[in-house]
């Protein structure tokens, strides 16, 4: 019989996701776990796929708001939190 259970991303990548990690915005450290600063990564990253490919088009962001998304937003940063945690760690782990 399958095991049906879930994976979390702690057990597939073996990366503890409730570890702290700081960030430097605007030469303030932000304290945050390493699932968050993933998903934030993971935004980062979505918009700024949007914009390299608006440009592609040639169009407007600041008047076209048919790109708006919510569904397809979140999507994009569920498919990539993992990578992003693997991401930061490695960028955590070198920085040590």
């Known amino acids: 019989m399958i095991d049906e259970k879930e994976l979390t991303i702690d ?3 073996h990366i503890d996701t409730k570890e702290p990690v700081s960030i430097k915005v605007h ?4 304290e945050m776990t390493l699932y968050t600063a993933a998903r934030w990564l993971a935004l980062i990253q979505s918009l700024e ?11 407007n962001l600041d008047k076209d708001t048919s790109w708006v998304k919510p ?8 498919e990539q939190t ?4 693997a ?5 955590k782990v ?3």
Do not use: G, H, W
Not at 49 to 59: D, F, G, S, V, Y
Not at 71 to 76: G, W
Not at 82 to 85: A, D, F, G, R, T
Not at 87 to 91: C, E, H, N, S
């Open 11 to 13: 057990e597939v990548l």
């Open 49 to 59: 796929t949007i914009n390299t490919r608006a440009e592609q088009l040639k169009i």
């Open 27 to 30: 030469d303030e450290a932000e």
């Open 94 to 96: 070198s920085e040590e």
């Open 87 to 91: 991401q930061i760690k490695t960028l």
């Open 71 to 78: 569904l397809a937003l979140q999507k994009f940063i569920d």
């Open 82 to 85: 993992p990578s992003c945690v």
